[in-house]
Nanobody, 119 residues
Framework: QVQLVESGGGLVQAGGSLELSCATS????????MGWFRQDPGKQRELVAR???????EYADSVKGRFTISRDNAKNTVYLEMNNLKHEDTAVYYC?????????????WGRGTRVTVSS
């Protein structure tokens, strides 16, 4: 059974930084693109960053220039460095492997890691 374990969230002031990690197991990590999603209560889940299996990143306009996604295939881990955080970045963040369409491969949406940005 695939495991996707997110960590690194917390409470930070606006303008601050956090780095999220997503450790994975039980699937061929290196052959999939990976994505970071976020969801705030009452809002739709959105894909904020993705990285291809060839390390090509893409970002939602809302985070472009502030977030950086990276991956370490040797550690089966994907990271999300978040800088200049804004109140609107407050959400629970999740990771998943991606289909080529950008849709989540597993969609199990475990505990995620909560990011709270105080204004």
């Amino acid at each position: 059974q695939v495991q996707l374990v997110e960590s690194g969230g917390g409470l930070v002031q606006a303008g601050g930084s956090l780095e999220l990690s997503c450790a994975t197991s039980e699937f061929a990590f290196e052959i999939y693109g990976m994505g970071w999603f976020r969801q705030d209560p009452g809002k739709q889940r959105e894909l904020v960053a993705r990285i291809s299996r060839d390390d090509v990143p893409e970002y939602a306009d809302s985070v472009k220039g502030r977030f950086t996604i990276s991956r370490d295939n040797a550690k089966n881990t994907v990271y999300l460095e978040m800088n200049n955080l804004k109140h609107e970045d407050t959400a629970v963040y999740y990771c998943d492997a991606l289909l080529t369409s950008g849709s989540p491969l597993y969609g199990t949406w475990g505990r995620g890691t909560r990011v709270t940005v105080s204004s």
